[in-house]
């Protein structure tokens, strides 16, 4: 299997309403910590009268950084059970912020280890799990004549396409999950030894399917 890990593959939001708690659960793919502070930030501005923000968050890139908040909640009750939901999944550079709306009744320990453990799983439920591999994104650069035959090949073998720019030339951004040297050597024969390229960096991506 090629370099890669398990990770979340797109935002989800839920709510479950236990014991007229409501409890919101959002989940985002995240590459560094700065991220990941952002978008907690963004859910206390989307939600300023909540009772709690919750969060836990895995990021697995150069180092492996683990945090969670209870933010008010009794000690352990909270990010360390939505910490546990991601690491029993095994997949990282995910972020889970559980917000919650508290409804007049306490759900002591138990009960709150219980909500904020079944909210994050729902949530990671909804925004399914994919292997992120490393891919090599880049440009290639083609006469209009051989545009249909690269897209046909393009597509044939799931390379994501980012962009395209028609000019002098057709210039194509994409994603590689096929080494690259591989790929510009086939996508030159289809060219007649026409084709331009330049390689820019190597980036994790939602594998496509076969």
């Not at 890139?61 to 009750?77: A, H, L, S, Y």
Request: charged share 25%.
């Amino acid at each position: 299997m090629k370099d890669g890990y398990y990770s979340v593959g797109k935002r989800a939001t839920v709510e479950l309403i236990i014991n007229k708690s409501r409890f919101i659960g959002d989940v985002f793919h995240v590459s560094t910590e700065n991220e990941a502070l952002e978008l907690i930030s963004s859910i206390e501005e989307k939600y300023p009268d909540a009772s709690h923000h919750c969060y836990a968050y895995h990021i697995d890139m150069e180092t492996v950084i683990k945090r969670f908040n209870d933010d008010g909640e009794p000690g352990g009750t909270a990010g360390m059970p939505i910490l546990q939901v991601i690491d029993q999944r095994g997949i990282k550079n995910v972020l889970v912020v559980v917000t919650r709306y508290f409804g007049g009744i306490k759900l002591g320990a138990g009960g709150l280890v219980r909500a904020y453990s079944t909210t994050a799983s729902r949530a990671l439920d909804k925004a399914d799990v994919v292997w992120m591999e490393l891919c090599t994104k880049g440009i290639i650069t083609i006469e209009y004549e051989s545009l249909g035959s690269i897209q046909h090949f393009l597509d044939k073998n799931n390379i994501p396409i980012l962009d395209t720019v028609y000019e002098d030339k057709v210039y194509i951004h994409l994603i590689s999950p096929m080494p690259w040297k591989e790929l510009v050597s086939r996508l030159n024969d289809i060219c007649n030894g026409k084709l331009e390229y330049k390689d820019l960096e190597d980036i994790y991506y939602p594998a496509q399917e076969a």
